[in-house]
């Protein structure tokens, strides 16, 4: 079945492009200059990305890897690790494989340098539940200690940073470790032997690793293609950044975090209470994002944060609404507001303490979204104005390069891929930098996914904010317009 659906994808795109009548090429020609010119950019940058990720998997990585063991080894005594996990409005069947694999991977670590289980919760049920797995588990943790926090619901944020001043105050060394675990994610038996020798190089401030994922079998196909994708290409790329040891984030799924910087007051203080101040926006304080916040702590101190490629958390992920497209921008303007709005900040940190290509992959984020706006918009204005045969054209040229690039993809993890796969990529590309577009300009929007309150109607409240949502509207009304006319200029459509 999967055969069928990539020779029909090729078929078609052969099709289209051999029934091109190509004496109109040179009218053609004209409205797809801006597409040719950034292409070779984006290609270009995609190529360097994948080239860094390939030597960094194959020969760079297993050689720190051996050296960071051979250190750990050598070392008088292993690690304490301490998990640091959050569980707020998730199933019980999730919560209990979750602290079941978390309960394992304690007791695989108290065997050797001891393990702390720090769990926030909310709800007397879950806290119950939690006691009544790590009771009924049949490892041995008489060794690992339990620590069940039961707070008010004030955020995410409260939550993190009371539980690391519950660990301060276990006076952890440098050597020991804080795995910072999401209530929906499930750890490697084998995480801290995996991750805490890496602790040996004194510049490390944080690792995180790979991730897999799993989706309900209630949910759409579609969505479950969608995250696979997604991961793949996140492979590509912490492979790339980690060659550099500054990947671009922590993920909130698991990172893990050198125990003497997690419990460092100004970290704790990052965590609990970040804000930007912004010239049109006024003090935004963050609600999501606590991964970027530990990630801009760490990079703005001159800490290294690496990646592991070969060990993978499992995400058990869930459609937040019903629909597909509908799914996917609730979670692509939850990812890249968090994105956003720690980006201009990491921007302004000197490229000589963070690293150039650690701050042009920075930069990248912002051109990235007017860059792959650009293309469509020069092919539609093109195919009204000048040449109609423009748009089959770029339909052609789009197949061909995201099934190419997809192929590439799957000689990273040597998968083949469903043929959704460059529909889905596309789709990623356009919609995401549309969405980075509106959030760019709107950085005070922020919401958690499973939170249930609903917006307020934009004549309940109060003028200040109403007039703030004018002003961004005009704002990125404005940018796209210039965007608009300076693709039209250089296409020479006008």
Known sequence: ?????????????????????????????????VVGVIGLWRYTWAAINFGRAAL????????????????????????????????????PEVTTRVYQALFRAAAAAASAGGATVVCSVVDTADARLIRNIFDRMAVDTSNTRLMVDQIAGTGKRDALARSLRLIAGEAPTRRDIVLFVDGDSCVPEDIVAATAPFFTNPDMGAVTTDEEVEIRATDMPLFRDWFMLRFNQRQVMMSSMGLSDRVLTLT?????????????AGFINQVQSDFIDHWRLGRVNFLTGDDKST???????????????????????????????????????????????????ALSL???????????????????IWTTLAGPISVLFG????????????ITWVMFTRYTYCWILATVRMQP??????????????????????????????????????????????????????SSTFSHSLALGWLTLGVILLSGIV
């Open 1 to 33: 079945m999967m055969m069928l659906g990539h020779i029909a994808f090729i078929a078609v795109m052969v099709g289209l492009g051999l029934s091109l009548p190509f004496h109109a090429m040179g009218d053609v020609g004209s409205a797809l200059v």
């Open 56 to 91: 960094f998997l194959k020969s760079v990585y297993p050689r720190r890897k051996a050296r960071a063991m051979a250190a750990y080894a050598a070392l008088p005594s292993p690690a304490h690790a301490y998990f640091l996990v959050t569980s707020y409005k998730i199933e």
């Open 252 to 264: 909130g799924r698991m990172s893990v975090v050198r125990a003497d910087l997690a419990t460092n």
């Open 295 to 345: 990630w801009f702590w760490l990079l703005k101190n001159g800490y290294k944060m690496g990646y592991l490629p070969d060990v993978a958390s499992l995400s058990m992920e869930s459609q937040p609404r019903p629909g597909f497209v509908d799914s996917a921008l609730t979670l692509m303007v939850r990812w890249f507001g968090n994105m956003l709005r720690t980006n201009g900040r």
């Open 350 to 368: 000197s490229p000589n303490s963070i690293g150039w290509f650690t701050w042009w992959s920075i930069l990248d984020q912002r051109v990235g």
């Open 383 to 394: 195919a009204v104005f000048i040449e109609p045969l423009a748009l089959p054209v770029y």
């Open 417 to 470: 891929f469903p043929i959704t796969y460059p529909f889905l990529l596309y789709f990623s590309q356009i919609t995401g930098a549309a969405v980075k577009s509106f959030v760019l300009f709107r950085l005070d929007r922020q919401r958690w996914t499973r939170q249930s309150a609903r917006k307020a109607r934009a004549m309940s409240l109060p003028f200040g904010q109403r007039l703030q949502g004018w």
